[in-house]
T-cell receptor, first 114, second 112 residues
Framework: KQEVTQIPAALSVPEGENLVLNCSFT??????LQWFRQDPGKGLTSLLL?????REQTSGRLNASLDKSSGRSTLYIAASQPGDSATYLC?????????????FGKGTHLIIQP | DAMVIQNPRYQVTQFGKPVTLSCSQT?????MYWYQQKSSQAPKLLFH???????NEADTPDNFQSRRPNTSFCFLDIRSPGLGDAAMYLC???????????FGSGTRLTVV
């Protein structure tokens, strides 16, 4: 059974710092990996989707990498801003595709101090 | 914009009174999912529809049911809500389940 772990569970940094969030998964036979952002009391917003054949994806100040063989992904946030404060979740679809849905990590709660 | 819309955003229901949450999508995705998320926890899959086929997770309580009358709409019915059912309910869609997921804004359910 796929397990997804995110480290750290919480992170608080001053504005302007570059930071890295980590995600690991136990079964490397994944189709893709998706990073989400969740603001308090809100739904999930997709940030980046990395297909299994890709090594990284970029969107603005965000860069996500994927190393399937080692079961790891990182989300790099450049020049952090207070508006980046949120919980960041990584997730992978199950081997059964639609039948399994997504397996999520517990998230990293990020606070950017002004 | 193509999207997933959940209504209502906030729902307050009485203990034991049936409640229905709705989800609609304009993405024409064939798979629709319902997740339950409690405070500070990861979303937990309740069930999903792959086209018209309903698939229940083994540990989803019988109190939870779902309907998908057409491709665009999916409903979550809670027959007799208990205090433990208070949570955020998230609807998601995907094309076959392996090409990325799109989530709605969620419905926050409060049981009083």
């Amino acid at each position: 059974k796929q397990e997804v772990t995110q480290i750290p569970a919480a992170l608080s940094v001053p504005e302007g710092e570059n930071l890295v969030l980590n995600c690991s998964f136990t079964d490397s036979a994944i189709y893709n990996l998706q990073w989400f952002r969740q603001d308090p009391g809100k739904g999930l917003t997709s940030l980046l989707l990395i297909q299994s054949s890709q090594r990284e994806q970029t969107s603005g100040r965000l860069n996500a990498s994927l190393d399937k063989s080692s079961g790891r992904s990182t989300l790099y946030i450049a020049a952090s801003q207070p508006g980046d404060s949120a919980t960041y979740l990584c997730a992978v679809p199950g081997a059964g595709g639609g039948a399994d849905g997504l397996t999520f990590g517990k998230g990293t709660h990020l606070i950017i101090q002004p | 914009d193509a999207m997933v819309i959940q209504n209502p955003r906030y729902q307050v229901t009485q203990f034991g009174k049936p409640v229905t949450l709705s989800c609609s999508q304009t993405l024409n995705h064939n798979v629709m999912y319902w997740y339950q998320q409690k405070s500070s926890q990861a979303p937990k899959l309740l069930f999903h529809y792959y086209d018209k086929d309903f698939n229940n997770e083994a540990d989803t309580p019988d109190n939870f049911q779902s309907r998908r009358p057409n491709t665009s709409f999916c409903f979550l019915d809670i027959r007799s809500p208990g205090l433990g059912d208070a949570a955020m309910y998230l609807c998601a869609t995907s094309s076959t389940g392996v090409y990325g997921y799109t989530f709605g804004s969620g419905t926050r359910l409060t049981v009083v």
